[in-house]
């Protein structure tokens, strides 16, 4: 149980297109769902939280209108990284959450994203 | 300042011998406490958590880990290691107070035949 999908797996495009990100929780609703980046060799860095039905929550230095966060249902989120440049390349990973901060959160598979 | 601590960046075990992965917090109230396991351009399995309770906590794998108030440590432990158990490891913390995740930074765990 508590799967987390994430699609697509690998994006490589060209600067200053969009890209879409989703994230699904494809066995449980997750009240509360989690966009992280990683880069290499380090931790994951929490760029935003999103509750359903609400706007999302941005981590400081996260620029808003640069990573747009839908979270349209409990069982789907989705990031779109807006005009996107190669600063932007990155491995950018969901989590979804049923409940309260004492449940674990269930990881997507992340995506990796190439801005050529 | 919230924040998980993971001193060594890399661990090194031969197989079939015991291995120790350290985690250190400071987070206000009674932390939640978490481990996971990520391997390469995959995302974080979850492995195990401390609520409360029982101060050993076993999770997937074979792993276990044990929370020491005092310490204020959340070590995770195997009895025998094994060559697939090599990946990078993070611990993380949450409370009640806070809706996310303070993540150390990671550990690579190396275990040679």
């Known amino acids: 149980g508590a799967v987390v999908s994430q699609h697509p797996s690998r994006v490589i495009c060209k600067s200053g297109t969009s890209v879409k990100i989703e994230c699904r929780s494809l066995?449980?609703?997750?009240?509360?769902m989690f966009w992280y980046r990683q880069f290499p060799k380090q931790s994951l860095m929490l760029m935003a939280t999103s509750n359903e039905g609400s706007k999302a929550t941005y981590e400081q230095g996260v620029e808003k209108d640069k990573f747009l966060i839908n979270h349209a249902s409990l069982t789907l989120s989705t990031l779109t990284v807006t005009s996107a440049h190669p600063e932007d390349s990155s491995f950018y990973i969901c989590s979804a959450r049923l409940g309260s901060s004492n449940q674990p959160q269930h990881f997507g598979d992340g995506t990796r994203l190439s801005i050529l | 300042a919230q924040s998980v601590a993971q001193p060594e960046d890399q661990v090194n075990v031969a197989e079939g011998n015991p291995l120790t992965v350290k985690c250190t917090y400071s987070v206000s109230g009674n932390p939640y406490l978490f481990w996971y396991v990520q391997y390469p351009n995959r995302g974080l399995q979850f492995l195990l958590k401390y609520i409360t309770g029982d101060n050993l906590v076993k999770g997937s794998y074979g792993f276990e880990a044990e929370f020491n108030k005092s310490q204020t440590s959340f070590h995770l432990k195997k009895p025998s290691a094994l060559v697939s158990d090599s990946a990078l490891y993070f611990c993380a913390a949450a409370t009640a107070n806070f809706n996310k995740f303070y993540f150390g930074s990671g550990t690579k765990l190396n275990v040679k035949p």
């Open positions: 066995d449980f609703q997750a009240t509360t």
